[in-house]
């Protein structure tokens, strides 16, 4: 059994209660779908910087190996083989087909956790 402390219920009685404004609310709830966007702009910002700073690493990473390593020079002849073209366009489209899935999966996951952070 929980003793009571009679100083404690004294002072809950005398705390005065107050009425919250109108909108209360909806000034809460804009406040948290303020908050809310900051964070996803963040998100996309460190994205972003990560992106860049993967791909700097990878430029510097590649020249490095050109300069340092001596990493041999690629001849390519003056006009592919049409089988060659044939290859190439079908790896192109695999990866531009790769590209608008994966466009569209980031798109409909945004969807719905933006449905989720609404309710």
């Known amino acids: 059994m929980i003793p009571q402390n009679n100083s404690l ?3 809950f009685e005398e705390i005065r209660s ?5 909108n209360f609310r909806a000034n809460v709830m804009k406040r948290v779908f303020a908050e809310a966007e900051k964070m996803q702009r963040r998100r996309e910002r460190q994205g972003l910087i990560a992106v860049i700073a ?4 990878m430029l510097g990473i590649a020249l490095s190996s050109f300069i340092y390593i001596g990493i041999p020079t690629i001849h390519l002849p003056k006009m592919p083989t049409p089988s060659l073209l044939f290859f ?4 192109g489209s695999i990866a531009l ?5 994966d466009y569209r999966i980031r798109l409909f996951f945004r969807k719905k956790q933006q449905a989720k952070n609404l309710r």
Request: charged share 20%; hydrophobic share 55%; glycine share 4%.
């Open 9 to 11: 219920k004294k002072l």
């Open 18 to 22: 107050e009425e919250l404004p109108a």
């Open 54 to 57: 993967a791909s700097i690493i």
């Open 88 to 91: 190439y366009g079908y790896i």
């Open 97 to 101: 087909l790769l590209l608008i899935i």
